[in-house]
């Protein structure tokens, strides 16, 4: 930002499955029965679009333990997928996708971005997460603790 130029406040949706209020979901018009429909998410991107928000966010989940479920329906669509589709819907409105880096190997990560990225006009961004479970979707090996999968990368050596 330059000098005396004004700030601008970015504002973004957080779009999940049935909402962020737990009971959300029972209310008339909640539309959870559209909880995996493309319809669903194409009304909330065009509304958030509409409203002149920057970007829709999905807050991914690697998991399907019910045990990790508190209330009410649970299912989600991943997030590259939906993004794209909606790409396609929508015309400004930015995209940020949770994908993990503990379950995704990097080249795909890479490639499927550049490939969101491309096909979105370059409205795409990676929210860059480490997972906390669902390693029992990814061969059960137990998950690295929280310190080594936050820990800073080493410095590469300089090459003579």
Do not use: C
Request: proline fraction near 6%.
């Amino acid at each position: 930002m330059t000098a005396g130029a004004p700030r601008r406040m970015r504002l973004g949706m957080l779009i999940g499955s049935v909402g962020n209020h737990q009971g959300a979901w029972r209310r008339p018009g909640s539309r959870v029965e559209e909880i995996t429909s493309l319809d669903l998410y194409t009304d909330l991107a065009l509304w958030a679009e509409a409203a002149k928000l920057d970007a829709l966010f999905i807050a991914d989940g690697l998991t399907l333990e019910t045990s990790r479920i508190k209330a009410g329906p649970f299912g989600h669509l991943e997030p590259i997928t939906l993004l794209s589709a909606l790409a396609g819907r929508t015309e400004r409105i930015g995209f940020i996708g949770s994908i993990s880096t503990t379950f995704t190997e990097p080249y795909n990560l890479a490639r499927q971005m550049a490939s969101l990225d491309h096909i979105s006009g370059g409205r795409a961004a990676w929210n860059i997460v480490t997972s906390a479970w669902g390693e029992v979707n990814f061969g059960g090996r137990p998950l690295p603790s929280h310190a080594e999968r936050y820990a800073p990368l080493p410095r590469s050596s300089s090459r003579s």
